[in-house]
């Protein structure tokens, strides 16, 4: 129930979700999504680093402290978020079995966070953009961008990559949210000899943005698929830690 005028507070700061919509963190301790999606929610500022920064201190009513709802305990941002990609549609996917499993085993401090809008990507063509950033386009280049490392299974279709994969990673070869990204690359194949092809393929688009890429072997179904898979994500882990050090 509502007694009187909302409650007011003022935006201290930013974060992401996994879809990579912005959230404003409030002075009161709650949060709010912030987006922009016209013509119901118009928020053309904070499409932009520059409009978020100019939001900062905004005044802003917060419906749960209208609630009255308690302020959640701050949980630690984990220090490592990765992105996790399976090149494959098929929903019996061996692939993103791989990706899920990763979701759910990652060690502490490290959120693997699974995108799955590669199908909702167009076939790649720059005029689309003509009146602006398409909603699919956006949610990828923003998960991206929110990401510190991205993880891609992938199966290898006619010697190469799938082409949705192609077509994802060409979409953001210009805008730029892979360039020079650490990115772990793996295939789940039913025997060592398989996908070779396709993670070669893969490996040298990713040149094309300067990625460094970890792993790049495929990995086969079997006992040991759990226990590459971790050492696959530990190896990217590190390599991302080490990558953001020596940025700072
Ligand atoms: C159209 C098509 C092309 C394929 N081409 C190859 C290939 O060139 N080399 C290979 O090792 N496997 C190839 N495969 C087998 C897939 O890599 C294999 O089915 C894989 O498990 C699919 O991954 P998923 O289970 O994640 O969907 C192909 C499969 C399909 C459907």
């Not at 802003?60 to 992105?83: F, H, K, M, N, Y």
């Not at 929903?91 to 490290?110: G, T, W």
């Not at 993880?151 to 020079?180: F, M, Q, R, T």
Request: proline share 7%; with cysteine; net charge negative.
């Amino acid at each position: 129930m509502r007694y009187g005028a909302p409650v007011e507070t003022r935006i201290c700061g930013y974060g992401q979700d996994s879809e990579g919509d912005w959230i404003a963190e409030l002075e009161c301790g709650h949060t709010q999504h912030v987006r922009h999606r016209p013509p119901f929610q118009m928020r053309p500022w904070v499409t932009t680093p520059e409009g978020r920064e100019s939001q900062l201190s905004s005044r802003i009513d917060c419906p749960l402290c209208d609630r009255g709802e308690p302020v959640p305990t701050r949980v630690a941002a984990p220090s490592v978020r990765i992105l996790a990609v399976c090149g494959s549609l098929q929903a019996k996917s061996r692939n993103s079995e791989l990706v899920e499993l990763a979701c759910r085993s990652a060690p502490r401090d490290v959120e693997v966070v699974s995108f799955d809008g590669l199908r909702d990507l167009p076939h790649f063509d720059p005029d689309l953009e003509a009146d602006g950033e398409l909603e699919p386009v956006r949610k990828w280049r923003s998960a991206l961008s929110a990401s510190d490392a991205v993880l891609i299974a992938s199966p290898e279709y006619g010697h190469s990559l799938p082409g949705v994969l192609k077509n994802a990673i060409d979409w953001v070869i210009g805008s730029g949210e892979l360039e020079s990204k650490v990115v772990a690359i793996t295939a789940v194949v039913p025997s060592e000899e398989r996908g070779r092809r396709g993670l070669q393929a893969l490996a040298d688009t990713l040149n094309a943005v300067r990625a460094t890429i970890v792993g790049g072997e495929p990995i086969a179904r079997g006992p040991d698929f759990s226990l590459r898979t971790a050492q696959l994500l530990a190896e990217l882990v590190a390599v991302a830690l080490r990558a953001r050090a020596e940025k700072t």
